[in-house]
């Protein structure tokens, strides 16, 4: 790994790992008896919802939606894009959103609202990371692993300019 500032770890995989447990054990107590179609944001969450699911005991669906609104900036563009759209049908469905971070929310609400309009049974949202500071439309979050300060982060499947998703942990590149 080569950072051009000194990496800090910010979020310990030990730290991760005991909130995607709490999270786990929330969604496995409010899903009982329920067969959720859990929605994967490509490409961000992927490393969250492997480990998320794999503590979920639960008949689960999982499917993946890929969105695009940042290009290679840090900033959201505000446009927001389906690149690759949810196959599985939702009319009816128990679904379950899987983020990695909800920064100004313009992307997750975005989401929210196209797939609302498939008329799922309910509709829910799990982030590992909330940046509430940032925040420009005001996003339901059902269930959350950490508030994060306005720093930019990587690992974890947290990428800049699509590297470091493959960190165990998470990092900041600032003070
Ligand atoms: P929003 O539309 O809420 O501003 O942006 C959400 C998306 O922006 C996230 O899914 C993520 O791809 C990106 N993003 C926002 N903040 C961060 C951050 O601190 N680190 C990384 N790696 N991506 C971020
Ligand atoms: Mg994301």
Known sequence: MVFQTQPKIFISRGEIAKAVNRLA?????????????LICVLKGSFMFTADLIRQLDLPLELDFVRLSSY???????GKVRVVQGVKTPIKGRDVLVIEDIVDTGITISFLL?????????????????????RRRVPVPIDY??????????????????????NLPDIYTLED
């Open 25 to 37: 054990c929330e969604i496995n107590k409010d899903y009982q008896d329920k067969q959720p179609l």
């Open 71 to 77: 290009g290679a900036a840090r900033e959201s563009s």
């Open 113 to 133: 609202d196209y797939l609302k309009k498939k008329q799922p049974a309910s509709l829910k949202l799990c982030t590992l990371t909330d940046k509430p500071s």
């Open 144 to 165: 959350r692993g950490f508030t994060v300060p306005n720093k930019f982060i990587v690992g974890y499947g947290l990428d800049l300019n699509q590297r470091f998703r």
